[in-house]
């Protein structure tokens, strides 16, 4: 159901209001907050020596002269750390992937992978030191072409003993994970069908590209107890993972994680903690670790890069039969998040559409991928998870099918894509960490994203408007208009849980705790509304700790679209056993004030500071801390909560995209981006806008720029941010943002997700745009000039042979 502005102001004061975020003040002042901001005493610079080689065995390594340089306390190779395999993937246990990794190895896999580690006085003793290491390779022939993986003869790239397979991979055949998925009857589908439409797209493999390196410092405290302060989005999983590794007990590891300058995914992983923590255990002193920009590109995470082969079975009314999609995805030289991100890029692209009539009913879906080692730096978490794979395939195909068929582009997907009260097609087939059990989809606002989007973008004006195509005097440029439309899912079910406490203070104000992590996305901001909002209070009352695993409950960490849904619920929970309480001892305290008054706890209202009973009386908050603490009965006020979900309800989105074409060049210019999106109710207008543009600027990059490409011996062409282009402010395109609310019923404020469906859309609306403006099509992103003035030449070069 769709709810009304007007209704929510009725009923919310908090939720729904562009409050201000809670860390707003600290940041703009440079208040010191985050994790290279601690200085100890004694304190450590730790390096890492990368490989120079893809492939290779380290034959002879002496650490013997880096040692000997004075300010140097220590240096490791694979010899000086216990040999424990694991994965760096921050997932929930048990982990979905293979165990590969391992501190450090006698093997290297790409270039960039760590050979030792070093902690020093200086930063300049620790490059110096690191230049002194002789280090002797046996080079391995290496793997650069993800096709090039599963031939025959092929190098193995994990040949270690200690590998752990999950049943879904092969290491000898340099398989990290397999999927096969069949919805319905996919061969009488393509049988059914009136025409069947196949192609093959690739998608590159880019960086997340947040502000703030990865960063990272250890130190053992006074209980002997080792402290990692970390910029993570997974504090938790990064106990669990590193305990084994160090030959620790958990009990005897603290994670902290505190404001984080953006993530993105990239920092869900266990990438640099152990480098640090390995060198505080051989030293006992303080480390502190901070990748540079240059180990960011070589030696961190990134999106997968995919080749992908669509087929889709069609009737000549715009009914799909029967679509198939198979994958090749490049995990890199790791598996860390190779099974979850590519069973998203189907799981969430293809769910999408399901055809009509009786198709709708039973649609005919396959996907399949394999997902294989290269010697290339591995590939991890990035926004979006695999999703922005996958509908850069499905909406360049759904537009191409719409255009042959002669079609309307947007009649077409909507005539086909999913609808309210509709199975989710992939939940009975496949799900991320439990088995999978069937899901109703409760809430779709796909039809109003793209009545507003269109109205918005005044798409009826200017698509197949051959006047608006043109430019007056520059024969040259082309307008064009393109759209996507995109589903994404909010956090994964059965499976990932968040806590959260609450603890009432004198004064009436509250000390809320979450695991939760807030990554600069405002999530601390938007959980203190939920909390202010049953409790009848202001933000300001409302103290925020985030993610503290000696302090803090337990949560599954920032990823997955999962806080405001999850740890949502769970402060949401914890605020009504709080409540709950305070409504028992505030009706109390009235009947003594108000001896003739009747009054039950239920029938208590907590807002403005305040439980007011129905006739009007009222206790202040404050008035009933002091109770509780000081005076009747002594108690302290606190509750806890903790949820996890048994369904991931999607949001939908419409992106809209205006381009202008250089037809002699092929530069594109993005002119507009329009997106309008179903993340049900919104808690905080100004956060969640944010995240839809911040999430459209980075896929933008995705669309026209962003690759990152290797020479013949894996080196990476991209060091910096120089040569790897992200859009800066003066070149950004128009960005609007339109809200559709739905009420999603799982969650007690109706909300899903809002922080990744932007960047699924923006690319395939830019394909199709660019497409619609000079008939251009191209199958591989980013369009760069180059390949976009390639598709050109040989589209005229098909019409001189006709």
């Known amino acids: 159901m769709f709810i009304t502005p007007e209704v929510r102001q009725k009923t919310l004061s908090r939720v729904g209001k562009p409050e201000l975020k809670v860390d707003a003040i600290k940041l703009v002042q440079g208040k010191p907050a985050f994790a290279a901001d601690m200085e100890k005493r004694g304190m450590l610079i730790a390096k890492v020596l990368h490989s120079p080689v893809a492939h290779a065995r380290i034959k002879h390594i002496d650490l013997s002269k880096a040692r000997a340089l004075p300010g140097v306390a220590a240096v490791l190779c694979y010899k000086d750390i216990p040999r424990v395999v694991y994965s760096t993937a921050g997932q929930s246990d048990p982990i979905p992937g293979p165990?590969?990794?391992?501190?450090?190895?006698?093997k290297v896999r790409f270039v960039g992978d760590r050979v030792a580690f070093v902690a020093a006085e200086t930063e300049e003793i620790a490059e110096q030191a690191l230049n002194l290491i002789e280090v002797e390779y046996e080079p391995l022939p290496a793997i650069l072409d993800a096709r090039d993986a599963m031939k025959p003869n092929a190098p193995i790239i994990h040949d270690e003993p200690e590998y752990v397979n999950f049943g879904e991979s092969n290491p000898q055949r340099n398989l990290a994970a397999q999927i096969h998925i069949d919805i319905g009857d996919v061969e009488k589908g393509f049988e059914e069908a009136d025409r069947i439409y196949e192609a093959e797209y690739v998608v590159p493999k880019v960086q997340q590209a947040h502000i703030e390196p990865h960063v990272v410092v250890t130190y053992w405290d006074e209980d002997d107890r080792l402290v990692i302060r970390t910029s993570t989005q997974v504090p938790f999983h990064v106990r669990r993972i590193l305990a084994p590794v160090l030959g620790l007990p958990v009990k005897r590891i603290r994670?902290?994680?505190?404001?984080?300058?953006?993530?993105?995914?990239?920092?869900?992983?266990?990438?640099?903690?152990?480098?640090?923590?390995?060198?505080?255990?051989?030293?006992?002193r303080p480390v502190l670790y901070e990748y540079t920009r240059e180990e960011e590109f070589i030696a961190a995470r990134s999106r997968h890069p995919m080749r992908i082969r669509m087929k889709t079975g069609v009737k000549m009314d715009g009914t799909i039969t029967a679509n198939e999609m198979r994958v090749l995805s490049d995990t890199g030289a790791y598996g860390c998040h190779g099974l979850t991100v590519t069973g998203n890029t189907g799981h969430k692209s293809m769910a999408l559409y399901v055809g009509d009539g009786p198709y709708r009913k039973s649609p005919n879906i396959r996907f399949y991928a394999d997902v294989v080692y290269t010697n290339t730096p591995p590939a991890g978490a990035y926004r979006g998870y695999g999703v922005p794979q996958g509908f850069w395939p499905v909406e360049r195909h759904m537009e191409r099918i719409s255009r042959d068929l002669g079609l309307d582009p947007i009649a077409f997907r909507l005539k086909n894509a999913i609808r309210e009260g509709e199975l989710h097609p992939f939940s009975t087939a496949w799900s991320e960490g439990r088995e999978p059990r069937p899901e109703i989809i409760q809430t779709v606002g796909l039809e109003e994203c793209v009545r507003q989007g269109k109205a918005v973008i005044g798409w009826d004006q200017k698509f197949g408007n051959p006047e608006w195509h043109v430019v007056a005097g520059k024969p040259y440029l082309r307008r064009g208009i393109g759209v996507a439309l995109v589903m994404q899912g909010t956090a994964i079910p059965y499976l990932d849980m968040g806590g959260a406490s609450i603890k009432m203070n004198d004064d009436g104000s509250f000390n809320l705790l979450v695991g939760a992590t807030d990554l600069g996305t405002g999530s601390d901001t938007v959980l203190a509304q939920m909390a202010a909002e049953v409790l009848g209070v202001p933000v300001d009352d409302i103290i925020v700790y985030s993610s503290d695993t000696d302090f803090t409950p337990f949560d599954k960490g920032a990823y997955a679209s999962s806080t405001t849904y999850i740890s949502g619920a769970a402060v949401v929970k914890a605020a009504e056993d709080v409540a709950e309480k305070i409504k028992k001892r505030a009706a109390r305290m009235i009947k003594e004030q108000h001896p003739s008054v009747?009054?039950?706890?239920?029938d208590i209202l907590l807002e403005d500071r305040k439980a007011i009973a129905p006739g009007g009386e009222y206790v202040t908050l404050a008035q009933v801390a002091l109770n509780a603490l000081h005076h009747t009965d002594q108690e302290q006020i606190m509750g806890i909560g903790s949820y996890y979900s048994p369904v991931s309800p999607p949001p939908f989105a419409a992106q809209f995209a205006e381009v202008t074409v250089d037809v002699e060049t092929g530069q594109i210019t993005v002119d507009r981006l329009v997106m309008a999106v179903?993340?049900?109710?919104?808690?905080?207008?100004?956060?969640?806008?944010?995240?839809?543009?911040?999430?459209?600027?980075?896929a933008l990059g995705y669309a026209v720029c962003e690759e990152m490409v290797y020479d013949q011996y894996g080196r990476a062409r991209e060091k910096d941010l120089v040569d790897y282009h992200i859009f800066r402010a003066n070149e950004m395109p128009k960005l609007e943002t339109v809200f559709v609310q739905t009420y999603e019923p799982s969650h007690p404020f109706g909300v899903k997700a809002v922080a990744e469906i932007p960047m699924d859309g923006v690319a395939p609306a830019v394909g199709n745009a660019v497409l619609d403006a000079c008939g251009a099509d191209v199958f591989e992103n980013p369009i760069t000039p180059e390949r976009l003035w390639r598709a050109l030449k040989e589209k005229q070069s098909v019409a001189d042979h006709h």
């Open 99 to 106: 165990l590969d990794t391992f501190s450090l190895d006698s």
């Open 598 to 602: 009747q009054v039950s706890p239920e």
């Open 678 to 698: 179903d993340s049900g109710v919104i808690v905080n207008p100004v956060t969640a806008s944010g995240q839809i543009e911040g999430g459209m600027t980075q």
């Open 255 to 284: 994670v902290i994680k505190p404001r984080i300058g953006g993530g993105f995914g990239g920092k869900q992983e266990v990438l640099i903690e152990d480098v640090a923590a390995h060198l505080t255990i051989a030293t006992g």
